[in-house]
Structures are given as C-alpha cells and as structure tokens.
C-alpha cells in the first residue's frame, strides 16, 4: 500500500469518510459529485479526509484521477472549480485491501489515527453482499467506537433482499454499532421534490382539511422510467420492480402522502409518524396479494424512435426468466384519514416517458349542475406532485371557458421549481451526504420502517412465489404498460393517468 502523505496538522474537528467499494461506480457518479457540489457551496467540515478502501491495485493517483473525472462527467454545476476539486483530492487516499482481509481495517486504523481525525463516515457502497462482512470486520478492530467524537454508518439500497436477510443484516449492523450510528440510504428521501410533499401538506394551511378521505377519491404514485435493465441484470434479474423500488421509493412516497403531522420536525418524530403508515397498511399476502397487484415484464418495443430488445434478451437475463419489470398495487391504509381510500402505486421500466409523481384524486362534486358541458370531467380536482422532472405541483381544476354558454374546462395551476427557484433541484446524494456528517437522520430509513415495509412486500413475494407462474403477462417497451393494469383500475371503476 502506498504512503498516505498528511497534509493538514492534527485537527479533532476533521472528517474521513471511508467509502468501502470506492472503485465502484456509486463513489464516481454520485459520492464525488455530491461532496464536490457541498465543498463549492462551503458546507463541509475542515478537513475533509475521503480513504478509499477497496480490493483493486490502485494508487492514491490513481483514485484520485478516477473521483476527478466523475465530478468533471457529472458534476452539477459547471464550470468545476479546479481548485476546489484539488482541495478535495489532495486529502483524499487509497486503502488497497479485500473487505475479509482484517489487516486492512488495521491499516484503516492507522490511516484515521494518522489523520488525526475523530469523526468518521463509513459509506457502504459495495455490492450489498459484502455489507455483513465489512461491518463484522470493523467491529473486530473496534472502529465504531470514538469517545472523543462520532463514528457513523451509511448503508446503500438494497436493504436485504427479503424480510429474512433485512432482519439478519439488521442484526448484524446493531451487533456493532447503534441504531443512531446507522444512516439507511433511500436516494428518494434526498429529493428536494420528496421533501417538498412535506413542506407542501404541512407549511399550508389550505390543503390538509382536505387530506382525507372525505376529499380524496384515490391517490396514484407513479414510478415509470424509459430505461431498461441496462448493466444491471445481474442484480435486477433477482430483485425485480417489487425488491428493487416497491419496497422503498414507492412505498415511502406512499408514507409521506399519508402520515400525519409530526408534532415536531426531527428524525424520531417524522419516521415514528411514518412506521404508523406502514403499519396501518391493509396486510396483503395470499390470495389478497394477488388480487390487489399486477406485474408483467417488458417486451422488445420503441422508445424515442429507437428498437430496443425485450427484457429476456438483455445480457445476464435468463432466457426464461418470470422476473417483473412493471408492477402495480393497490393498498389500504386502515385509519381514521384514510380508511377506504386505494393508493395505487405502479413503477415499470421501458415505459414511454420518464415521470415520478403522486396524483391524488379528489371527491367528485355532489351534483352535475353542468351536464354533458363539463368537459373537465365529473372529478376534475387532481392535485399532482411532479418528483421528477419538470418538478412541480400542478392543481387541475374545472374553469368556465369565455362564451355565452356554461362549458366547463380543465385547466390548471402550476408551480414550477425552475420558475420560482431557478434552475433544477440538488442532487439527493448532496443532501443525504451532508445530513449524514450533520447527524441528521431525518431523512434516512429506520430499523423499524424498513422492517414493515419488507413485512408487506414480503407478503406480496411469497404469493407471487406459490403462484409458481411460467410467463408473465407482457407489455410492450415504449407503450403505457400491460393492458391488464388496465383491468386492475377498471374493476374499480377508475383509470391510470397517461404517463
Ligand atoms: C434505484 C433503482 O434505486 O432507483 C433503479 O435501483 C432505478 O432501478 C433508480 O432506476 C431510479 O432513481 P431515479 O433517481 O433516477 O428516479
């Protein structure tokens, strides 16, 4: 291993974030740009230590020039401060070990105590195969523990790959460090437009006397991208939609649109509020499971005028595989404020536009003064917040169209990011990068919550499962998804916003 050379003098108010797996493409795409971005704008801690900490034969240089380039690809703001960007590299290191290897976390230890620094950020960001083992080892050399400053944890998706393994990966974790060392990563959490359905229900006083079910008809949460499995199918190919956005980004888009008010805005206030949801949700397993969801795969189709190939023919799929790439569900959250009302949640990959967002449907108006001239529909109140992109929130709304006769219009109301802000939103991983050397965990997903959340996906998997299916319904890339997803809204009389 090469000499780490200590520019800056002892500081005890210094931070080393360890980024385990930093070859990897996480610590280029995201981490790097994301520190850059929080450097730029001044608000890292002095100094900032990064060690690298992976198994391939690279130098400190060598690192270095690879962090360098993915803040120069996907750095948000451009021009790159070079200087800046030097600051960053000059204190950044390459630990060369494999992750079973305990004389590597011995040099780890030497490294931090050589730096002089207290407080240390562990980052995760190796295949999740490895997290067992890696925390297992830390905890052998006692690297957990600081009395003189902090030692915290930040654990990547996926969280397990079922109830079971999120259970003994838990374990795991809180055998060496404790459930407020432990930052469970959910991209979605970071989102500025995520944090902003807080911000809306609860900084307004106009729209939460209407947030329930005397008001609301439904809610749909849409996830729907244009990508494909891409590179991935490795893992995907055994993860599927339900492992691999079900369980977190739609369900805690889920969470937030339902909870209620927190009486104060901190981490244990708001995921208390939001393990409620979680619980309240209508348990679905068996036969239940299977009337409340609809999944189907991806056949080959167009998308932005180019072919693209079905999903059992891209690299690493299995020629037979049944695993979902478009899933949809409908869940009750049995509470006072919701009881009765469907949340139907969809996410698909190859689908013709790339949207997130939460539509949320209200009542309809108790008589038809308007007839066949209210082209706005009979329920035409859709209140819809956009994740991503044109992130926004748009109310649309019946408008009597100028003329001498009452017709009735939709239109809308929009607020637009761009417009009142100026640009587009930061990154999650710049926020969720900073709350977690703050010591924020507001914004990050608790024992408890990912737990519950497995709890009911779990249900879901296992009726999948014992429905032993050969082939799954399909759909074709580019189109608004399988037409049985369509029936699945039909039976209650509803229908899917376009995409
Ligand atoms: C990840 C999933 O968590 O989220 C991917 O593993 C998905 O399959 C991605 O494409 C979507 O994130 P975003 O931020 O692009 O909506």
């Known amino acids: 291993m090469p000499e780490i050379d200590v520019k800056n003098e002892r ?98 230890n030497q490294a931090l105590n050589k730096l002089g620094v207290e407080n240390t950020l562990f980052y995760l960001s190796t295949p999740p195969g490895w997290y067992a083992e890696i925390v297992e080892h830390i905890g052998q050399s006692d690297l957990e523990k600081c009395p003189q400053g902090w030692r915290r944890i930040v654990v990547e ?24 060392q432990i930052y469970r990563m959910d991209h979605y959490l970071g989102k500025e437009t995520v944090q902003n359905i807080l911000a809306f229900r609860f900084g307004n006083g106009i729209f939460e006397p209407l947030w329930n079910r005397k008001y609301i008809d439904h809610l749909q949460i849409t996830m729907a991208e244009t990508e494909g499995v891409g590179t991935r199918a490795g893992y995907y190919d055994k993860a599927g939609v339900v492992r691999d956005v079900f369980q977190n980004h739609l369900l805690q888009l889920l969470t937030l649109s339902a909870m209620e008010a927190p009486a104060v805005f901190n981490a244990k206030a708001v995921r208390d509020e939001k393990v409620k949801v979680l619980k309240s949700i209508n348990d679905i397993s068996g036969e239940k499971a299977i009337k409340n969801t609809f999944r189907a795969q991806y056949v080959s189709g167009t998308i932005d005028g180019s072919r693209v190939s079905s999903y059992r023919d891209e690299p690493d799929v299995a020629p037979d595989s049944i695993t979902e790439t478009y899933m949809a569900a409908r869940l009750f959250v049995n509470n006072w404020r919701w009881a009765g009302v469907p949340f139907y949640l969809r996410s698909g990959k190859r689908l013709p536009n790339r949207v997130t967002e939460i539509a949320i449907q209200f009542t309809q108006v108790p008589l038809a003064l308007f007839g066949q001239r209210n082209l706005a529909g009979e329920a035409p109140n859709v209140l819809v917040i956009r994740i991503q992109p044109d992130e926004g929130i748009t109310l649309f709304l019946g408008a009597k169209a100028p003329g001498n ?45 990912v737990e519950e959340a497995w709890r009911l996906t779990q249900g879901i998997i296992d009726a999948w499962d014992e429905q ?32």
């Open 11 to 108: 500081c005890s108010e210094g931070v080393a974030i360890v980024i385990f797996g930093v070859t990897g493409d996480l610590a280029r795409r995201k981490l790097m740009p994301g520190l850059y971005e929080n450097a730029r704008l001044g608000r890292l801690p002095e100094p900032l230590y990064i060690l690298g900490f992976a198994r391939r034969s690279w130098s400190h240089e060598k690192m270095r020039d690879v962090l360098r380039q993915g803040v120069m690809d996907y750095g948000r703001t451009k021009p790159i401060d070079e200087s800046i960007l030097n600051g960053l590299l000059d204190n950044a290191f390459y630990i060369e070990s494999t992750f079973q290897d305990q004389s590597g976390y011995a040099t780890l």
């Open 157 to 180: 998706k996926p969280f397990g790959r079922d109830l079971e393994s999120a259970l003994s990966l838990d374990g795991k974790l809180h055998a060496v460090f404790d459930e407020d």
């Open 405 to 449: 006769v009452m017709r009735i219009e939709p239109v809308r109301m929009r607020f637009s990011y761009a417009e009142a802000f100026g640009g587009h939103p930061p990154e999650a991983y710049e926020r969720l990068l900073l709350d977690s050397l703050i010591g924020d965990a507001t914004l990050f997903t608790r024992s408890d919550e």
């Open 468 to 499: 032993g299916l050969k082939n799954l319904p399909i759909y074709e890339a580019g189109t608004q998804g399988p037409h049985g997803a369509d029936f699945f809204m039909q039976n209650d009389n509803r229908a899917w916003r376009r995409i």
